[in-house]
C-alpha cells in the first residue's frame, strides 16, 4: 500500500538508498511491548482477544504480540488466539493492480464470534487495506468488537477509519514509501523512509544513518 | 495471462500459481458464507455449443462465489439455432459488455479463435472444445492429485498443507480408455508433463489418436500389465464417448462387454494398485462400462471430490483472468 516513486532533484546525502532509519530494532521491541500492555488494559485482561495479523508483516507482528500478551497475561493462548487475515479478495483495487496472489487466511479453532478481535498491520496508510479486513471479517463472523493495531501510523487516509494502538505516528509526505523490516523475514528490525523531498525535516528519536 | 485456452502453453509456474490459487478459493468454501465480492460488477457469460451440465453450473457457481454476473447463453433454444455464426454471437457479446467469456465448443479451436479473432475484447476460458483441451478439467485433477498425492512420500515433493506450492514431480498417472475423442485426457496429458508427473496412455489401439507417439507420454495396450508392473499413483478412467462414435461402439471395439474386460477398472484391477492410489474420472460416468459400481464407489474414489475441486479451481481461473489491471502496459505480466 506504500507508493514510491523517484526521488526528485539531488539526492539527499542523508538518503543512502535503503532510505532513512526512523525506527531501530529497540524501538519497534518497546512500541510492540507498549501496544501489547495497551490492548491487554482495553480489553480488561486477554481472555477474549483474538489477535489477526494481516499479511505479510502484519503476520509477524501478530505473532511477536502474541508472546508478549501471554507473558502479560498467561489467559492468552499464542497458539490459540493467533491467526491470520488474506484481504486479497475483499481489496477495492484489484483492477488497478497487477493480479495479487491470494494468501493463507487462518483463523482461530474456536472462532471469532464473541471475541475482542485486533487486526494488526505494519503500516497504517490510506485505511482501504482496513476497510478490506473489516469487509472479510464480516463474512468470518461477527466478534465482540473489532480494534487495530499497527506500528506506523503515516497519516493520508482517504476513508473514516483510526487506529486504537499505535507504535508510532510519523507524519510523510504522499509521495515517501514507509518500510518495515522485521527480523523474521528481512534480517532485521527497522522502519526505514525512502523516497524523502531533500530538506525535508526528519522526525522522531530514530537512528539516522 | 489473459485467456485460459489449452494447458499445452501454461508455464509450470503458472500452473502452480493456479492450483495455489484454487487452494485458497478452496479454503473460502468451507466458510458459512461462501460468497467473495472479488469480481462484483464483472459480467461472466457462459458460452455453451455442446450440451454440458457439470462444466456450466461449475462455472456458475465459481463465477457467483466471486460475486460477477452470470448470463448462460446455450445454443440450443437461442439464436445460434437460426443459423448466426461465432462472430455474430461474439460481437453480440462484446456489445454488451462482458468480461469473461467462458466457450464450450464442438469445434477444435473455436475458443482460440473467439480470443483471436479481435471480436472481443473479454477473456476467454476453454470449457471444452471439440477433441482438443479442456484446461479447467486438467486443472481440478492436477489439484486434486496433487491434494490427494502430497503426503504419500512417494517422490512426491511436499511444499505445505495440501501440497500448496508443490509440483507433481514423481506421480506416475495412467490415463485409461476413449483418448481418441478425449479433450480431457489431451489437455491432463500437458499439463501434468508440466508438472512433472508422469503419464501413461492405456486404450485399445484404434482409440489411440495418429501421432500419439509425439506427445510427452508413454502408451500401452494392457491395462493390467501397466497397473501390475507399473504401479500408477492415479488412474483417471475417461468416459467412452459414444456419442462421437458415428458408427456406434462397434465401430471402434467388437462390444462393449469385450472393452469392459480388457480396458475397465473393476474390485480386482483397484486390488492392484498400490494403497496410496486414487481413482479418478472427470464424469458423467458410464458404469459397467469403463468403470464398474465397486470400483466407483470405493474409498480410493475421489470422483465427487474432483466436481468440489471444480468449483476452487474454476473460481482461481476467474479471478487470475479477471482481476488484473487492465492496462496494456501490465497486460502479460498479471499472471
Redesign the interface.
Known amino acids: 500500500m506504500t507508493a514510491g516513486t523517484g526521488m526528485p532533484g539531488t539526492p539527499d546525502p542523508r538518503d543512502v538508498p535503503e532510505g532513512t532509519v526512523v525506527l531501530g530494532a529497540s524501538d519497534v521491541a518497546r512500541a510492540l511491548t507498549r501496544i501489547a500492555h495497551e490492548i491487554v488494559e482495553r480489553a480488561k485482561g486477554a481472555q477474549d482477544v483474538v489477535l489477526l495479523g494481516i499479511p505479510t508483516r502484519g503476520v509477524t507482528l501478530a505473532a511477536r504480540l502474541a508472546q508478549r500478551l501471554a507473558s502479560i497475561d498467561p489467559a492468552f493462548d499464542p497458539e490459540r488466539d493467533l491467526g491470520e487475515l488474506?484481504v486479497t479478495?475483499?481489496r477495492d483495487d484489484?483492477?488497478?493492480?497487477?493480479?495479487?496472489?491470494?494468501?493463507?487466511?487462518r483463523l482461530p479453532a474456536a472462532g471469532i464470534e464473541g471475541k475482542t478481535l485486533v487486526l494488526v498491520d505494519d503500516v497504517l496508510f490510506s485505511g482501504r487495506t482496513i476497510r478490506a479486513a473489516l469487509?472479510a471479517i464480516g463474512?468470518?463472523?461477527r466478534p465482540q468488537a473489532v480494534r487495530l493495531a499497527c506500528l506506523v501510523d503515516r497519516g493520508h487516509r482517504e476513508l473514516p477509519i483510526r487506529p486504537d494502538f499505535v507504535g508510532k505516528n510519523l507524519p510523510t509526505a504522499q509521495s515517501e514509501r514507509v518500510r518495515v523490516l522485521l527480523a523474521e523475514v528481512d534480517g532485521t528490525d527497522a522502519v526505514v523512509i525512502s523516497g524523502r523531498e531533500p530538506g525535508a525535516v526528519v522526525p522522531g528519536e530514530g537512528g539516522e544513518r | 495471462m489473459k485467456h485460459l485456452l489449452s494447458t499445452a502453453d501454461l508455464a509450470k509456474d503458472e500452473a502452480i500459481e493456479l492450483l495455489d490459487t484454487a487452494a485458497q478459493m478452496a479454503a473460502t468454501q468451507s466458510r458459512e458464507i461462501k460468497k467473495l465480492p472479488t469480481l462484483r460488477g464483472r459480467t461472466v457469460v457462459n458460452l455453451f455449443f455442446e450440451d454440458s451440465t457439470r462444466t456450466r453450473i461449475s462455472f456458475e457457481t465459481a463465477a457467483k462465489r466471486l460475486s460477477a454476473d452470470v448470463i448462460n447463453f446455450s445454443a440450443k433454444g437461442s439464436s445460434v439455432s437460426k443459423g448466426e455464426s461465432l462472430k455474430d454471437t461474439a460481437l453480440t457479446l462484446h456489445a454488451m459488455g462482458a468480461d469473461a467469456v467462458v466457450v464450450r465448443h464442438w469445434a477444435s479451436g473455436a475458443p482460440y479463435q473467439l480470443a483471436h479473432a479481435g471480436w472481443l475484447d473479454a477473456a476467454v476460458l476453454n470449457a471444452g472444445d471439440g477433441t482438443h483441451m479442456h484446461p479447467t478439467q486438467a486443472l481440478l485433477d492436477a489439484y486434486t492429485i496433487r491434494r490427494h498425492l502430497g503426503g504419500h512420500g512417494g517422490g512426491l515433493r511436499r511444499g505445505g498443507d495440501d501440497g500448496v506450492g508443490a509440483d507433481l514431480v514423481g506421480v506416475k498417472v495412467a490415463i485409461v480408455g476413449d483418448v481418441l475423442h478425449s479433450r480431457v485426457a489431451r489437455a491432463n496429458v500437458w499439463l501434468l508433463r508440466t508438472l512433472g508427473a508422469e503419464v501413461t496412455l492405456v486404450a485399445p489401439p484404434t482409440l489411440l489418436p495418429i501421432g500419439v507417439e509425439a506427445w510427452p507420454c508413454r502408451t500401452s495396450y494392457d491395462l493390467d500389465a501397466t497397473l501390475a508392473d507399473w504401479q500408477p499413483d492415479a488412474v483417471m478412467m475417461l468416459r467412452v464417448q459414444r456419442e462421437r462414435m458415428s458408427g456406434g461402439a462397434g465401430a471402434f471395439f467388437p462390444s462393449p462387454l469385450e472393452y469392459t474386460r480388457y480396458f475397465g477398472l473393476d474390485a480386482r484391477r483397484l486390488a492392484v494398485l498400490p494403497a496410496h492410489s486414487i481413482v479418478m474420472h472427470p464424469g458423467p460416468m458410464n458404469r459397467g462400462l469403463e468403470i464398474s459400481a465397486e470400483a466407483a464407489d470405493s474409498d480410493r474414489a475421489v470422483i465427487v471430490e474432483q466436481v468440489a475441486n471444480g468449483v476452487a479451481v474454476r473460481m482461481a481461473a476467474l479471478y487470475l483472468l479477471l482481476s488484473g489491471s487492465t492496462t496494456p502496459a501490465t497486460e502479460g505480466t498479471a499472471l
Do not use: F, I
Open positions: 488474506d479478495m475483499y484489484l483492477r488497478r493492480q497487477p493480479t495479487r496472489a491470494v494468501g493463507v487466511t469487509d463474512d468470518l463472523g
